[in-house]
């Protein structure tokens, strides 16, 4: 299962990526903002269209339809 970014570039756990637009934080007051950098993702067993990532002390889970490998 190869998980791709929005630019068709594959994806690996530890990979960093950046946000390509701003995302609203579901049950949160927060917006992620356009080119976010998230590093050390986590790969989703299962689910080719997402990952995790670290958010402050929270996980949050993204779709990779909204993301860009940096």
């Known amino acids: 299962m ?3 970014d929005s630019n068709g570039n594959e994806l ?3 990979d960093a990526v950046a946000v390509t637009k701003d ?3 579901k ?3 927060e917006t992620l903002k356009r080119g976010t950098v998230f590093k050390n993702i986590r790969l989703i067993e299962g689910d080719a269209e997402a990952i995790e990532c670290g958010h402050g002390r929270n ?3 993204l779709q990779t339809c909204f993301l860009r490998k940096s």
């Open 27 to 29: 049950g949160s007051s």
């Open 2 to 4: 190869a998980v791709r």
């Open 23 to 25: 995302l609203r934080v």
């Open 12 to 14: 690996r756990a530890g």
């Open 59 to 61: 996980t949050v889970v």
